[in-house]
């Protein structure tokens, strides 16, 4: 019986790690680990989700941020974590212009890692900071979805603030 398991293993993570490379080359074009496009600039009204995880960070939780004339207007938390900070700490929850200026000084003060993937049109998908590999709880995880530019009128959510 060991010896079965073993020939599976042996043969399905090579066949994993292969469906997962061709995939991945067939999506190419989605985000790329590159520098944002330098014909993206963060425009002054927009929305997007954010979910920021790891360490001992005030900002923990999911949230749908609405920007408005290059601030945070809206911050609805759309986890339990989310709800506590956007009503506790609601000017903890970032632009992403904010996001990558973090990033650039986590780069700038030469933290160990500060890695940022980007969408086709150059605006931030993740963001990974982690300034001090064997330190506890001081890194940070953005991820960035539903991001869409321009300028409309949203209803407020329940838990959003400022």
């Known amino acids: 019986m060991t010896r079965a398991r073993l020939r599976i293993r042996t043969v399905f993570a090579p066949v994993l790690t292969g469906g997962l490379m061709c995939a991945t080359a067939a999506c190419g074009g989605g985000t790329s680990p590159a520098r944002p496009s330098p014909e993206w600039h963060e425009p002054s009204s927009y929305t997007y ?7 001992e960070r005030p900002l923990i939780g999911t949230f749908r941020v609405t920007v408005t004339d290059g601030a945070v207007t809206a911050a609805a938390g759309l986890d339990v974590s989310g709800r506590r900070v956007a009503r506790h700490n609601p ?6 212009g904010e996001l990558l200026a973090e990033l650039a000084q986590a780069r700038r003060d030469g933290a160990d890692t500060a890695e940022a993937e980007y969408a086709a049109d150059g605006h931030p998908v993740r963001i990974t900071l982690d300034w001090e590999r064997n330190a506890l709880d001081d890194e940070a995880a953005y991820v960035i979805s539903g991001y869409r530019a321009g300028r409309w009128a949203t209803a407020p959510q329940p838990g959003s603030t400022r």
């Open 49 to 55: 989700t954010l979910r920021s995880a790891q360490g």
């Open 91 to 96: 000017g903890a929850v970032p632009t992403l």
